[in-house]
Nanobody, 126 residues
């Protein structure tokens, strides 16, 4: 039983930055892969970034070079630093954690993740 809670998102102007955090609590060994997904209005859920216990990262092409995922294993926390935000980044952002340690190529797959936060709204305006 793992529960996730995202920090509050917010509003930023295009070109600005925002940092999201997510805390995992419950039955976890602190080694589970964690990631971020998002869902923009009228669009499907989209993979954003993922990170393993040993800090290996994976990014969607749409955010590569702009977003940085990190984690603090001692605090069971994963962060998403979002720079150079664009209006296309407006979405509900979800934190997710896997219940197993998949191959790296599976980290971008929604089905890899068993635990999800309730989501937090990020709005980017021009």
């Amino acid at each position: 039983q793992v529960h996730l809670a995202e920090s509050e998102g917010g509003w930023v102007q295009a070109g600005g930055s925002l940092r999201l955090s997510c805390v995992a609590f419950g039955r976890t060994d602190g080694r589970l892969p964690m990631g971020w997904f998002r869902q923009a209005p009228g669009k499907e859920l989209e993979f954003v970034a993922a990170i393993t216990y040993n800090k290996r990262t994976t990014y969607a092409d749409s955010v590569k070079g702009r977003f940085t995922i990190s984690r603090n294993n001692a605090k069971n926390m994963v962060n998403l630093q979002m720079n150079g935000l664009d209006t296309e980044d407006t979405a509900i952002y979800y934190c997710a954690a896997a219940s197993f340690r998949p191959e790296s190529e599976l980290l971008s797959e929604r089905s890899t993740y068993d635990y999800w936060g309730p989501g937090t709204q990020v709005t980017v305006s021009s």
